[in-house]
C-alpha cells in the first residue's frame, strides 16, 4: 500500500532585506509549521540600488481548513507593510501546493555553524566545528521547532545570558527557567554556561520532543526538566527566566513571571518588535521592585533584561 504524505501549502515572500525579520515573526505567529530565511544580494544590472539587498522567506502551513484565512491574514499585513515602509519595494507573496516540504534537506540548507557570542557556537547536529580557546559548542537538530540561533531574538537571549551566568555571583547555584523552549536551544545554553537547575517549557508537545533530544545530545538532560504545559499552570522559584515570546504574548503574563522571580534575580524579554518595546518596557517596569538591568538591541528587534530588588534587610 502506498504510503499516504501529507500535503501543505509553501509560501514564498520576496521582501526587501530590512523587513523580513519582522515578516517571518509574523508567520510564526500565524502558526506556520516552518519557517527558513535567506538573504540575497540583488544583481547590481538589475534596476535597483547598488548593494541592496532582499530576504528570501519560504513558510510552510498544512493544507487543512482554515489556511486559506491564514494566508489573506498575511497578505494584508503585507500591504500594511507596503504603506507603513513606502521607500522599500513592496514584499511579493507566491504560494503553491506541494505534497513533502522536505524539512530535513530545507534545515540543512540553510543551518551551518554560527557564533553566536564570544564563546558560544551554534551548530547543526551533521555538521563539524571545531572549538578553539574558551568555545561552548551547541548542537541542534531543530526539526519542526524555533530556535537556531540564527534569529536575533535568540542570539540577543544568548548574550544576555553568557553576561549574566558566569559572572554574576549572587547566586551560588543558578535556577533557571526558559518559557517557550522550542528546541531547547537557550535551556541547553543556561546548563553549559553552569545553571545547576533549569525547568523549560512549552505549549508543542513536538518541541518538547525535540528539546529532549537536544538537551541528550548536548549531554545536560540531566540538568533540564522539559514540560509541556503553559508557564501559568507552572509554580516554582527561579534566579533567572528567559522568555523568547512576542509582546502580545509577554504582557498578560507579566505578574506570574515576577512571582516566580527570585528576590535579585533576573528576566529576560526577547522576541520583541522595535514598534512594541515602549510598552513592553513600560509594563514590567510597572511591577514593584523592579529595574531595568540591560536592553540589547538588534535590527528592528530588541530584548529586556529586568531585576527584581533583593529585599532590604
Request: aromatic residues 8%; negative net charge.
Amino acid at each position: 500500500m502506498p504510503e499516504t504524505r501529507e500535503h501543505w501549502i509553501e509560501v514564498r515572500v520576496t521582501a526587501p532585506a530590512e523587513l523580513s525579520d519582522a515578516i517571518s515573526s509574523f508567520i510564526t505567529d500565524l502558526g506556520s509549521q516552518g519557517v527558513i530565511q535567506e538573504e540575497t544580494v540583488v544583481d547590481t544590472f538589475d534596476d535597483v540600488e547598488e548593494g541592496e539587498t532582499k530576504g528570501d522567506i519560504k513558510a510552510y502551513f498544512a493544507d487543512v481548513e482554515g489556511v486559506s484565512g491564514k494566508l489573506d491574514i498575511l497578505a494584508r499585513y503585507l500591504t500594511s507593510l507596503s504603506e507603513l515602509f513606502p521607500g522599500l519595494d513592496a514584499p511579493v507573496m507566491k504560494t503553491e501546493a506541494i505534497a513533502d516540504p522536505g524539512w530535513e534537506e530545507q534545515w540543512k540548507k540553510y543551518f551551518k555553524p554560527l557564533r553566536i557570542s564570544r564563546d558560544i557556537v551554534i551548530k547543526p547536529t551533521w555538521e563539524r566545528y571545531a572549538p578553539v580557546g574558551r568555545d561552548i559548542v551547541i548542537d541542534i537538530d531543530p526539526g519542526m521547532a524555533f530556535g537556531t540561533g540564527q534569529h536575533p531574538s535568540t542570539r540577543m537571549c544568548i548574550n544576555a545570558m553568557e553576561d549574566l551566568l558566569p559572572k554574576d555571583r549572587s547566586f551560588e547555584k543558578w535556577s533557571v527557567l526558559d518559557v517557550g523552549t522550542g528546541t531547547g536551544i537557550l535551556a541547553i545554553t543556561a546548563a553549559k554556561l553552569g545553571a545547576h537547575q533549569v525547568v523549560a517549557v512549552d505549549l508543542d508537545l513536538k518541541a518538547v520532543e525535540i528539546a529532549e533530544k537536544n538537551a541528550d545530545i548536548n549531554r545536560v538532560r540531566d540538568r533540564i526538566e522539559i514540560l509541556n504545559r503553559d508557564v501559568t499552570t507552572f509554580q516554582g522559584r527561579f534566579n533567572l527566566i528567559v522568555a523568547n515570546l512576542t509582546a502580545p504574548t509577554l504582557l498578560p503574563i507579566r505578574s506570574h513571571l515576577f512571582g516566580m522571580l527570585e528576590n535579585g534575580g533576573y528576566l529576560i524579554l526577547s522576541g520583541i518588535i522595535e514598534k512594541d518595546a515602549p510598552l513592553v518596557e513600560e509594563t514590567f517596569l510597572m511591577q514593584e521592585g523592579v529595574v531595568s538591568h540591560q536592553v540589547l538591541k538588534e535590527k528592528e528587534w530588541v530584548c529586556f533584561v529586568f531585576k527584581k530588588r533583593s529585599e532590604t534587610p
